[in-house]
């Protein structure tokens, strides 16, 4: 199948919420842990994909804070195929400009899984193309809880009147401070609920579901999601005729 789009009406930053490995595996007799290795050739095909079409951002929700509840062994597999992943693609990484960032609790991870992504995030920091944002031990609500926290310390210490709290001063207390915020988030496996994710970032962004399991999500499945996006109207509160207005004088310039 042949999707097209048009490259100029591109989203800026697409967030993906990568649901189904388990289920995947199950209706074919398999293990969760063979679905989540399945799912990390997913994640390469989607990152390739995105800095081949040119996204500038790429977040994807590998690891949530609530993940660490599940069985042991499949938190165990889950952590090692994260500092696999990280070692394998470095190279791949550097030859094609992807710098890595990483947002949640990271001190939370194993002691080997978070030098590897320190390093990799390291090595990547000065490369300029697709910037892929693993979200790895996130929870939405304790990064607006750090956020509070932030704030309150900075009016404790005379840095910050509690007038002065405004939107801006609030996203630029969470872990997204210098990332734009989603224009797209896609869930796979067709499930309609966000899970704590990016909660305040969301706010505008435009939400895509699937049915397709995280596996199973190609080129194809990723660009019909694109093109879905790019049918969309987005407004911002706005009339369609403010949006026309607003057209007609950005081609005017």
Not at 6 to 28: C, F, S, T, Y
Not at 89 to 101: G, Q
Not at 106 to 112: D, F, K
């Amino acid at each position: 199948m042949s999707v097209l789009i048009e490259k100029d009406q591109l989203p800026r930053h697409v967030a993906i919420i990568m649901d189904g490995n388990g289920r995947w595996a199950q209706r074919r007799g398999l293990s969760r842990i063979e679905g989540h290795k399945r799912g990390k050739e997913a994640v390469r095909n989607i990152v390739e994909t995105s800095r081949g079409i040119g996204l500038s951002y790429l977040t994807l929700y590998a690891f949530s804070s609530e993940n660490w509840q599940r069985p042991p062994r499949e938190v165990r597999a889950l952590m090692g195929l994260l500092n696999r992943y990280l070692r394998t693609e470095l190279r791949r990484m550097m030859r094609y400009n992807i710098r890595l960032r990483a947002i949640g609790d990271l001190g939370r991870l194993p002691a080997t899984v978070r030098k590897s992504l320190l390093d990799v995030i390291a090595a990547t920091q000065d490369n300029t193309g697709l910037t892929v944002v693993l979200a790895v031990s996130y929870s939405a609500r304790e990064e607006i809880v750090a956020a509070v926290q932030t704030l309150a310390a900075a009016v404790q210490a005379g840095r910050l009147r509690p007038g002065e709290i405004d939107q801006q001063a609030i996203e630029q207390s969470l872990w997204t401070a210098d990332i734009p915020a989603p224009d797209l988030l896609i869930r796979t496996s067709g499930e309609f609920r966000i899970s704590n994710f990016m909660l305040w970032q969301l706010a505008y962004t435009e939400l895509y579901v699937t049915d397709t399991l995280w596996p199973d999500f190609d080129r194809d499945a990723f660009l019909q999601a694109l093109a879905d996006y790019q049918q969309r109207d987005r407004r911002f509160g706005r009339t369609a005729e403010q949006l026309i207005e607003t057209e007609l004088k950005r081609a005017a310039r």
